[in-house]
C-alpha cells in the first residue's frame, strides 16, 4: 500500500509552522503590495493568493520531476531488491530528520540552502522584474519564482524525493507536499501575515515536530507505508 503522497501532503500540512515563519513575511508583502481596490475585493484577493502559491507549488513538482529522475539510477545502483528496501529506510530518515528541524532541535539541517543559493541569484532579479504584480499571470509567473526560494525544508524534501523511480512520481510527490503547505501559506496572506506570531510559538513548532517525527517512525516500522516505487525489472521475451 503506497501511502507515500498523503504522507508528503501530511507533512506539508504539520510543516505550517515553519512554512509560516519562512514565508509569512514574502507572503504579506506580496498582500500589501497588491493595489488597495484589489485587496477589498475578496474574491479577487483570493484569486491572486491562489495564483501566487499554484506557481510555487508548480516550481516544487518541476523540481521534483528533475530529482524523481535520479530514483532509476539509484534503484539501478543499489538493486532493485534490496534497494527499494534502502530507498523506503531513507525517505523515512529523511522525514525524522525535517521533523527535528521543524521542532528547531535541528536548525543545521537549513544548510542545505546553500545548495539552491547560486540559482536563485539568477532567478530572484526575475522575480523583481515581476513587480509590481497587477495580473493574475503576473501573480503565477511570480509565485513559479518564489518556488525557487532556498528553504531548508523544501530542499530536505527534494532530497526524499530522489527515492521515487521517475520525474512523474517525483513530481505528484512534491505537488503533494506543496498543496499541504497551501492552506497556512494562504491563510497568511488573507490575514497580511498576522498568523506569523502564532508560529513562532516555540511550544507549538515542538509539537508539530514531533507529529512529523512519529509519521517518519511509523514509516521506518511499517515501511509499505512509503511504497516509494513501484519498479519492476523489465521483462525480456526470450522468444
Given at each position: 500500500m503506497d501511502l507515500s503522497l498523503p504522507l508528503a501532503f501530511t507533512v506539508g500540512l504539520f510543516s505550517a509552522v515553519h512554512c509560516i515563519g519562512m514565508c509569512g513575511g514574502i507572503m504579506g508583502a506580496l498582500s500589501?503590495?497588491?493595489?488597495?481596490?484589489?485587496?477589498?475585493?475578496?474574491?479577487?484577493?483570493?484569486?491572486f493568493l491562489l495564483a501566487y502559491n499554484s506557481g510555487r507549488v508548480l516550481s516544487y513538482a518541476a523540481a521534483?520531476?528533475?530529482?524523481?529522475?535520479l530514483g532509476?539510477?539509484?534503484?539501478?545502483?543499489?538493486?532493485?531488491?534490496?534497494?527499494?528496501?534502502?530507498?523506503q529506510w531513507i525517505a523515512a530518515l529523511i522525514m525524522v530528520l525535517i521533523g527535528l528541524h521543524v521542532a528547531g532541535w535541528l536548525p543545521r539541517l537549513a544548510q542545505v540552502e546553500r545548495i539552491g543559493a547560486p540559482l536563485w541569484r539568477r532567478l530572484e532579479p526575475l522575480g523583481r522584474r515581476l513587480m509590481p504584480v497587477q495580473s493574475i499571470p503576473q501573480a503565477l509567473a511570480y509565485g513559479a519564482v518564489w518556488g525557487w526560494l532556498p528553504c531548508g525544508l523544501v530542499y530536505t524534501m527534494l532530497i526524499s524525493t530522489a527515492t521515487k523511480v521517475g520525474p512523474l512520481s517525483g513530481a505528484l510527490y512534491m505537488a503533494a507536499f506543496g498543496l499541504g503547505?497551501?492552506?497556512?501559506?494562504v491563510a497568511t496572506g488573507l490575514l497580511a501575515g498576522r498568523l506569523y506570531r502564532y508560529a513562532n510559538n516555540p511550544y507549538l513548532k515542538v509539537v508539530v515536530g514531533l507529529v512529523i517525527i512519529l509519521i517518519g517512525l511509523l514509516t521506518l516500522w511499517f515501511p509499505e507505508l512509503l511504497d516509494v516505487t513501484s519498479y519492476q525489472q523489465p521483462q525480456i521475451d526470450s522468444e
Open positions: 500589501y503590495g497588491l493595489p488597495p481596490e484589489l485587496r477589498q475585493n475578496s474574491l479577487r484577493f483570493l484569486l521534483g520531476a528533475l530529482i524523481g529522475l532509476g539510477t539509484l534503484l539501478e545502483a543499489l538493486g532493485p531488491g534490496q534497494g527499494h528496501r534502502w530507498l503547505t497551501l492552506p497556512a501559506v
